[in-house]
């Protein structure tokens, strides 16, 4: 049984503020009160966003190494009130945020010798933990997870892409890890997967005792479970983060 750390409040204060592109903008939070958090892979925090103590969750981004602070990744572009939240953070101040929740986290499972990770959008945030955490920080593990990754990103457009070169570069350094990004709107040029995840997974060869990851839109994850049900895989090997 996977034991979690228990969620506390935070005091925290915005560090950095990193535009990537016109669709992600990456929030870097150093800790103030408590001065150090321990989180999961995969686990998220939920921050107040509004004077009606309204709340919004956000998956942590950065690698559970970082302790004295944390990162979230947040697509912009539905301007909805978490993002308004977000624009308007002045840098260097502090917030309450609560953390950290969730059990959307690798499950150690014996029989599995290999991890697919589909995503949509900002829903590759906890698996770029995941992944920083099962490929860097692994290696210095007395217990090492061996297991083969398998990422699927969907976007729309080849410049919604952030951690490309991040991607490409663990893929070159760790043969383990292979990375597929996904255009629905791909210009005729791109060479790789085009049209929606559910394509590529449906066609691509999976892996056999593999445990599967999703992690986006309710209707992606309804439609990826149905390609990875009807392709064999069994209920019991798919997870999926459960946001309302």
């Known amino acids: ?34 001065n150090k958090i321990e989180f999961i892979a995969g686990q998220y925090v939920s921050f107040i966003v509004s004077e009606k ?18 990162k979230i990744t947040l697509d912009i572009t539905p301007d909805g009130l978490g993002v308004q939240f977000f624009k308007n953070l002045e840098f260097g101040q502090e917030v309450k945020v609560l953390g950290p ?22 829903g590759v945030a906890p698996f770029h933990s995941m992944i920083l955490d099962l490929l860097q920080n692994n290696s210095e593990s007395s217990t090492k997870d ?13 410049e919604d892409m952030i951690w ?10 760790f043969p383990r890890f292979q ?30 005792n593999a445990g599967f990851y999703l992690c986006g839109a309710k209707q992606m994850i309804a439609d990826v479970q149905k390609v990875l049900l009807k392709r064999g895989v069994q209920q019991e090997a798919i997870h999926y983060e459960k946001f309302d």
């Open 179 to 208: 990375f597929h990004p996904v255009l629905s709107k791909a210009q005729q040029e791109w060479p790789l997967c085009r049209g929606h995840v559910t394509d590529c997974v449906g066609i691509h060869d999976l892996p056999e």
């Open 146 to 158: 061996t297991r083969n990754i398998t990422l699927y990103w969907g976007l729309r457009h080849a």
């Open 1 to 34: 049984m996977q034991k979690f750390p228990p969620p506390q409040m935070y005091t925290v204060k915005l560090s950095e503020k990193e535009v990537l592109n016109d669709k992600f903008i990456e929030f870097h939070f150093e800790l103030v009160e408590p």
């Open 101 to 122: 929740l969730g059990n959307f986290v690798l499950q150690d499972e014996p029989k599995e010798d290999s991890i697919v990770f589909i995503a949509t959008g900002s």
């Open 164 to 173: 490309q070169d991040e991607f490409q570069e663990l893929a070159q350094d």
């Open 53 to 70: 103590e309204e709340r919004r969750s956000y998956s942590i981004s950065s690698s559970p190494k970082l302790a004295h602070g944390f």
